[in-house]
């Protein structure tokens, strides 16, 4: 049985730190590139980042470069989100996603698409306050 399951995550205030995980189960974890996506109340699924462990490919939307780090630990088939200073805008709930065609088509397009991943995590929640 495939499972992405999600932790971390919660509440902080503005310019304070999270790290979210996400521990993959039940298919070739170093073969699909692991994506963290965002859904802010009223608004659409957005990609934040992803990688790649087979070949270290990695990827961030503009919004987070710079405050956010992704980074996979291969033996523990989990991947991290560092999220540094973060905003108010950042409160969203988190979710991670595992797709094989993930990293060729952010590569190809420069974005993440938001539909048709593979797996999906349930999702944690974000509060940044001010």
């Known amino acids: 049985e495939v499972q992405l399951v999600q932790s971390g995550g919660g509440s902080v205030q503005a310019g304070g730190s999270l790290t979210l995980s996400c521990a993959a189960s039940?298919?070739?974890?170093?073969?699909?590139?692991v994506g963290w996506f965002r859904q802010a109340p009223g608004k659409e699924r957005e990609g934040v980042s992803c990688?790649?462990?087979?070949?270290?490919?990695?990827y961030y939307a503009d919004s987070v470069k710079g405050r956010f780090t992704i980074s996979s630990d291969s033996a523990k088939k989990t991947v991290y989100l560092q999220m540094n200073n973060l905003k108010p805008e950042d409160t969203a709930v988190y979710y991670c996603?595992?797709?094989?065609?993930?990293?060729?088509?952010?590569?190809?397009?420069?974005?993440?698409?938001?539909?048709?991943?593979?797996?999906w995590g349930k999702g944690t929640p974000v509060t940044v306050s001010s």
């Open positions: 996603a595992a797709d094989l065609a993930l990293g060729s088509t952010v590569r190809g397009m420069g974005v993440m698409p938001t539909a048709s991943m593979d797996y």
């Open positions: 039940g298919f070739t974890f170093d073969v699909d590139t």
């Open positions: 990688i790649t462990p087979s070949d270290g490919f990695i």
